[in-house]
């Protein structure tokens, strides 16, 4: 498994930010993986884990599989699906994938799953490729 590069502020992978998920992502076998404990903090409903974190993972381990690839995007469209409920401390395992690639616009698909390995949240990403300024500012901020 190969460690990403990270962006230091980023919410989810940032781990310069003292409130964010401070989450690595490898890249192994054609996809990017990653664990996450569901922290206490990020709770909605007590005991359970916001699905805006969720959601946030997902984003996350999908535009790191086109980022993988060393094509360097922002999200467009973003679909999640919630299968189970996430209680607070829980392990979860991410896993995202590239799909398609047509050029400017890109697609990747993305789980998570618990300690069980049962799916508890799905999703499907658009991707629009960045160029010239933009994406200088996104190589750069990599570290």
């Known amino acids: 498994m190969k460690l990403m590069k990270r962006y230091p502020g980023c919410f989810v992978c940032g781990d310069k930010n003292p409130i964010g998920l401070n989450v ?3 890249v192994k076998d054609n996809q990017v993986v990653a664990e996450y404990t569901a922290g206490r903090h ?6 359970v884990l916001h699905g805006g974190i969720l959601s ?3 984003d996350e381990v999908m535009i790191r599989a086109v980022l993988a690839l060393d094509i360097y995007c922002v999200t467009s469209e973003i679909t999640v699906k919630f299968r189970k409920m996430v209680k607070t401390g829980a392990k979860l395992s991410l896993k995202g994938r590239l799909v398609e690639d047509k050029g400017r616009i890109l697609t990747a ?4 799953t618990n300690q069980n390995d049962q799916v508890v ?8 490729r960045v160029r010239g300024e933009m994406e200088k500012q996104l190589t750069q901020e990599l570290e």
Not at 42 to 47: H, I, P, S, V
Not at 109 to 112: D, F, P, Q, S, Y
């Open 56 to 58: 946030a993972l997902l």
């Open 109 to 112: 698909k993305g789980k998570i």
């Open 121 to 128: 949240a799905e999703g499907e990403a658009t991707f629009v």
């Open 24 to 26: 690595p992502f490898y």
């Open 42 to 47: 990020f709770e909605g409903y007590k005991d």
